[in-house]
T-cell receptor
Framework: KAGVTQTPRYLIKTRGQQVTLSCSPISGHRSVSWYQQTPGQGLQFLFEYFSETQRNKGNFPGRFSGRQFSNSRSEMNVSTLELGDSALYLC?????????????FGSGTQLSVL | AQTVTQSQPEMSVQEAETVTLSCTYDTSESDYYLFWYKQPPSRQMILVIRQEAYKQQNATENRFSVNFQKAAKSFSLKISDSQLGDAAMYFCARRYSNTGKLIFGQGTTLQVKP
């Protein structure tokens, strides 16, 4: 089975632009979560999607949004980029909604905002 | 606040020796799951070990084991027979019930000396 795939691996954008990141979960997994990792704040939960519905959302401004498609692939969008949005964005998938399921992570998308 | 705390920013261990990484957490739930993840320079988060809070028996996975003290809300990771490939950043995390949301500690960078 292929693992969690995130594209692109690297992105460079300028302030004010918007960006879309993609995550393809492990085949058969219906839950996708997104995390932001920065040296200062560590790993922070952005949001989670399950069967195309957002189930949970972290404490991020409305500039951060996401969606999930019927094939469970997910995208997250950041509009009006700020320098502080520079981070590694990680996606994780799990089979369903049970707490005892393992989360499997992708290798992340490194976003640099200039 | 429901937090996860790793008090050791950096640790080092001699190859073939044993090292213990500490983690404490705060929760109001009685049933939850705890995880240790490893993040090597490749940036991919790799699940090391998982502990169900309702199980008193400590989880083990080959050279990795945990010391889970539920009353003290402590969840330490022991790595036996350390190998050079164990060098990475290690994150302790707690999963919210029935969600894909993980709360991570700040991480511990482990150096393995030959």
């Amino acid at each position: 089975k292929a693992g969690v795939t995130q594209t692109p691996r690297y992105l460079i954008k300028t302030r004010g632009q918007q960006v879309t990141l993609s995550c393809s979960p492990i085949s058969g997994h219906r839950s996708v979560s997104w995390y932001q990792q920065t040296p200062g704040q560590g790993l922070q939960f952005l949001f989670e999607y399950f069967s195309e519905t957002q189930r949970n959302k972290g404490n991020f401004p409305g500039r951060f949004s996401g969606r999930q498609f019927s094939n469970s692939r997910s995208e997250m969008n950041v509009s009006t980029l700020e320098l502080g949005d520079s981070a590694l964005y990680l996606c994780a998938s799990s089979p369903g909604a049970s707490t005892n399921e393992k989360l499997f992570f992708g290798s992340g998308t490194q976003l640099s905002v200039l | 606040a429901q937090t996860v705390t790793q008090s050791q920013p950096e640790m080092s261990v001699q190859e073939a020796e044993t090292v213990t990484l500490s983690c404490t957490y705060d929760t109001s739930e009685s049933d939850y799951y705890l995880f240790w993840y490893k993040q090597p320079p490749s940036r991919q988060m790799i699940l090391v070990i998982r502990q169900e809070a309702y199980k008193q028996q400590n989880a083990t996975e080959n050279r990795f084991s945990v010391n889970f003290q539920k009353a003290a809300k402590s969840f330490s990771l022991k790595i036996s027979d350390s190998q050079l490939g164990d060098a990475a950043m290690y994150f302790c995390a707690r999963r919210y019930s029935n969600t894909g949301k993980l709360i991570f500690g700040q991480g511990t960078t482990l150096q393995v000396k030959p």
